[in-house]
């Protein structure tokens, strides 16, 4: 049974840093492409980033050169590098994986003010 578990999320001031983690279980990190996705209050879960097997990365326009997603194989664990957090980047953040079907993890809340 696949798992994942997000940890990070928390309240950072706008302009501040987070790095998200996604701990797998029940598969490798390293064989299927990770995704991250957030859902802001009153509004559809986007995609944000992601990660594919041979290590391409490929991010939403609104993160472009401020979020950098990348992967310990060691263990079993993607990351999200969030760096000069804006309000708008508010919302609560996913790790998603299809392997046989979708996966997604609980969640991990990111709060940023102004």
């Known amino acids: 049974q696949v798992q994942l578990v997000e940890s990070g999320g928390g309240l950072v001031q706008a302009g501040g840093s987070l790095r998200l983690s996604c701990v797998a279980s029940?598969?490798?990190?390293?064989?299927?492409?990770m995704g991250w996705y957030r859902q802001a209050p009153g509004k559809q879960r986007e995609w944000v980033a992601t990660?594919?097997?041979?290590?391409?990365?490929d991010y939403a326009d609104s993160v472009k050169g401020r979020f950098a997603v990348s992967r310990d194989n060691a263990k079993n664990t993607v990351y999200l590098q969030m760096n000069s957090l804006k309000p708008e980047d508010t919302a609560v953040y996913y790790c998603y994986t299809l392997y046989g079907m979708n996966y997604w993890g609980k969640g991990t809340l990111v709060t940023v003010s102004s």
């Open positions: 990660i594919t097997s041979s290590g391409n990365t």
């Open positions: 029940g598969m490798l990190v390293s064989i299927r492409p």
